[in-house]
């Protein structure tokens, strides 16, 4: 073989390599098309914005088609996830529904019981107590109630909140009119509906302070927080503060 041979068998190699790098670039261009615009993974999105803590409808979500490569790994595929579930956050019109966006609704547990009383929006909640939370329920008694002197008692401590409802107006001067509690009589206001996990005992005491109480307040416990409070710092009255 001459040289001009070889150089034409060079040429030739060359020319079959070059195509086959073109070939295989057409098709990493193909497949990564397919990819971004190929069959798709069913996703939900959202139709409307979402309260947190709501329960989650059906209705509220639209079906999509995302393809694979780009769906997330906590997107959820299938809405029956959604039943017992609640929003964790506020969920916005057009985002994608994600498991971490939702939790489960908190359980009633074995020998609990749910009581739900009306609390004052200004002074007991604050838009703060949502449900899974723990609190602790403070009532205050004035002299007339009490016989004696104004006290502020703790009466539950590490209450379990189920649930929080929607802020309505009340006239406390009609006692439960409009949903006030009757103890709550001063001025027209709004109260929040807030329902507890509550053993037999601890729901006769908030009942008796729904009843009774001049007011009855929240105090949120901190996550992982100890929410004991010592039976001396149980009752309060402006004497006793030494």
Known sequence: ?????????????????????ACAGVFAVIEDAESKTGPGTTAYRLRTDVPAYQDLKADAFEKVSVPKRWLPATAV????????????????????????????????EPGKQEIAIMIDAATGVAGKINPGARVNIYA???AKEQGAKPVSKVIVTGA????VGKLTPFDRDGGRARG??????????EAVPITFALDTKDAQRVAYAESFATHVRL??????????????????TLDGDK
């Open 77 to 108: 595929t299938d809405l029956s996830a959604l039943r017992g579930k609640i929003a964790v956050t506020p969920l916005r019109r057009g985002s994608l529904l994600q498991s971490d966006m939702i939790v489960a609704r908190p359980a009633l």
């Open 219 to 236: 105090a949120l416990v901190a996550p992982g927080g100890d929410p004991g409070v010592s039976s001396g710092d149980r009752t309060y």
């Open 160 to 163: 379990q909140v189920v649930n």
């Open 140 to 142: 205050t008694y004035d």
């Open 180 to 189: 006030a509690s009757a103890g709550s009589r001063q001025a027209a206001g």
């Open 1 to 21: 073989m001459n040289s001009r041979q070889r150089r034409g068998v060079v040429l030739l190699l060359l020319s079959a390599l070059c195509a086959v790098g």
